[in-house]
């Protein structure tokens, strides 16, 4: 399968989304934070962790239109992430794809609540009615479980939690504990729960979600490598390049495995994964 | 009543309950992001949003269990919000409560990522099941509306968004018009939405939820302008003490007036009232 022209189709339809639950511009107070969520959601960004859930979906034979909240919301808990990353008393950094980061272009008080913003609209985007038409009770009780999915993913014992480490780490080098520790939550817990819940939300089986949820888990780890690799940072600086290439190959092996049960329908997930390996994005 | 006995025993409810949902000290990792975000919410508070919560339950005959975790969720998002706003690129403020605030204490990274990580530990809390027993389809799919009330109260369009147009008017004075706007949304509406949601899932009737959101909205009214009147700021400075002062005693009527119909299970609610209006604590 193309698996370009596939991520390409997939992201136009989420981006069509995201600009529906994002407020709208020019839409009177507080505009400058409005301007702010949207740069930082709208500039860029591949749509990874959104594309998984939605590939998930698929293999369960779900339909998209019951994950795709889910899926924004993820996205904008990992657009306010970024943000939040930029600022000076983190990475400080100035750019961002090429484009001046948040609190270069907005200022950092205006930053900072536009992380808080976005962080708060991905639940309301999770806990909102497709379309405007209301859930079924049973519907909003899936939800309510792929929120708490989610939000466990992206706080204190996912994101944030590898987040403080790798800070706390900061001009020392981790173990090796300590660095899967950082991988498995800052990148690898948010990618996880994508497919994850793209395959409950889709109506996954309690084991095709679990099988979903392991090759999200094997796909995050891939991810994490296959960055280090080119930057020759963390696992690639800690064990060696060709090390961390044997790794990546193992999880990419992995990951396909966990999808080998659905067939043709996991098809767009497993070339997710060798699109992760190959990183020619 | 005796409205401070009241507030001493439903305090120390809400502060056992919150105590479960809040990461425990000592842990493992990262340690330092728990004891900040144990810190920030464990260290003073009156916790009135919780027990507007609870006493709006009590209104309309519900069960304090099925209203806690969404009123402890409402205090995690209140501490959250007073965190980033402590931070050198807010309010830039040193002490809080008479202690250091949570920055001075554990350094620029660990408050921001303290408050990402409460923020998202409010909805991990609104979406988990009470005492460990699942959720019935009916209850999640409550929780699930409560949560999108309590997420729309505290972002863009409420508490965020309130908080952003403060700060763009640091320095100048703001008309009417735009203090009002600071007034209902940075104070008021996580305020209006507690006791709104504890009526909600109190299992309230949808007359009894409107007629104590209307009370919570005079009641986070009237908290500003005491606020104000104290300070002689905002309100008080634009339209002057006397007139500050009649309109809070017009609130306070409001507010009795909206919870008249609940007879003898209403009297907490105004008791609070009265006792925001008073602010003898």
């Known amino acids: 399968m193309d698996i370009t022209r596939y991520l390409e189709r997939r992201r ?27 740069y930082a959601v709208l500039s860029g960004g591949k749509r990874v962790r959104p594309v998984l859930a939605l590939a998930a979906c698929e293999a369960v034979g779900g339909r998209a239109r019951d994950v795709m909240p889910a899926a924004c919301a993820i996205e904008f808990i990992h657009s306010y992430s970024l943000v939040h990353d930029d600022l000076p008393c983190m990475d400080d950094d100035d750019e961002r794809r090429g484009s001046p980061t948040c ?20 639940f309301t985007t999770l806990a909102s009615p497709t379309n405007g038409a209301a859930l079924t009770t049973r519907a909003a009780a899936r939800r309510l479980e792929a929120l708490r999915r989610v939000a466990d993913a992206a706080g204190v014992h996912g994101m944030v939690g590898g987040q ?61 490598i296959v960055d280090d690799i080119l930057d020759r940072e963390g696992y690639a600086k800690l064990i060696g390049v060709p090390e961390a290439r044997k790794e990546a190959q193992d ?16 098809r767009a997930l497993a070339a997710l994964a060798d699109f992760v390996f190959m990183r020619t994005y």
Chains 1, 2 share one sequence.
């Open 12 to 38: 136009a339809e989420v981006d069509k989304a995201i600009r529906k639950f994002l407020p709208p511009h020019g839409a009177g107070k507080p505009s400058g934070l409005h301007d702010a969520m949207r």
């Open 164 to 224: 403080a480490v790798d800070m706390a780490y900061q001009g020392r080098e981790p173990d090796l504990p300590t660095l899967e520790y950082i991988n498995t939550h800052k990148s690898g817990a948010l990618i996880a729960v994508s497919a994850e819940v793209g395959a409950y939300l889709g109506g996954g089986t309690l084991s095709q979600v679990r099988a979903i949820h392991r090759y999200g888990r094997a796909v995050g780890l891939l991810f994490q």
């Open 251 to 266: 999880l990419l092996a992995k990951a396909k495995k966990y999808v080998e049960p659905f067939g043709g329908k996991g």
């Open 103 to 122: 609190h270069r272009k907005f200022g950092e008080d205006t930053a900072l609540l536009a992380g808080d913003a976005l962080l708060t609209l991905a």
